[in-house]
Each structure stands twice: as C-alpha cells, then as structure tokens.
C-alpha cells in the first residue's frame, strides 16, 4: 500500500501561483510513477501532468504545458505540482495518484489521495 496525501492548494488570484506538494508513505514510493490529476464540479477528472519513477520523464496536459511543472524529490518522498500564471478554468480539485507505468489514463493509477482544491479567483 502507499498513501498519499495533498497539501498546499488555497485561493489565488488570476495570475498568481501555488505549489502544492503530495507526500506519501507505505510502499516504496520512490518505485512509481506520480501523476497529478484534477476535477472541477461538474466535469470529468482530468490528467494535468506524470513523472517517472526516477524523475526523467515528464508528461503534460496540453492545458497547462509551460505554465505547470511537476517534480519528486524521492529522498523526501514528495512530488510537487508548481502552477504558475494561474487561470481561472484551473480551479479543481487537485489529485496526486501512483501508477506502476507512466500514463495520462487515470485507470493506470493504483493508489489516490484525498485532493486539495485549488481555486483562482478572476
């Protein structure tokens, strides 16, 4: 098992930025790769970015390409999603989630954590 928990969403404005960060524990995190995933209210759970296992590779969505940038800091266990120049359709529920591959495809993931909203006042 691995647990995974979100911290460091908030209210911001427009423009503005957050960080957040998903932190886990149990199994050897470090094994997997970490996407982030959001939903807004009312609409599907989206991928917004992946990092592998050793933080090579990264994948993003269209969406927020140059603007958001994941990284995994695996002697601390961590990944962090930055968002810069946020907008106000990035406003969501933020979800860090484990896959044993590196996917876009929200069923890939094994193991989620509760969520951290984000919301971006215009």
């Known amino acids: 098992q691995v647990q995974l928990a979100e911290s460091g969403g908030g209210l911001v404005q427009a423009g503005g930025s957050l960080r957040l960060s998903c932190a886990a524990s149990?199994?050897?995190?470090?094994?997997?790769?970490m996407g982030w995933f959001r939903q807004a209210p009312g609409k599907e759970r989206e991928f917004v970015a992946v990092i592998s296992w050793g933080g090579a590779r990264t994948v993003y969505a269209d969406s927020v390409k140059g603007r958001f940038a994941i990284s995994r800091d695996n002697a601390k266990n961590t990944v962090y999603l930055q968002m810069n120049s946020l907008k106000f359709e990035d406003t969501a529920i933020y979800y860090c989630?484990?896959?044993?591959?590196?996917?876009?495809?929200?069923?890939?993931?094994?193991?989620w954590g509760q969520g951290t909203q984000v919301t971006v006042s215009s």
């Open positions: 989630a484990a896959a044993e591959i590196l996917s876009m495809g929200a069923r890939a993931y094994k193991y």
């Open positions: 149990g199994r050897t995190a470090s094994n997997y790769a």
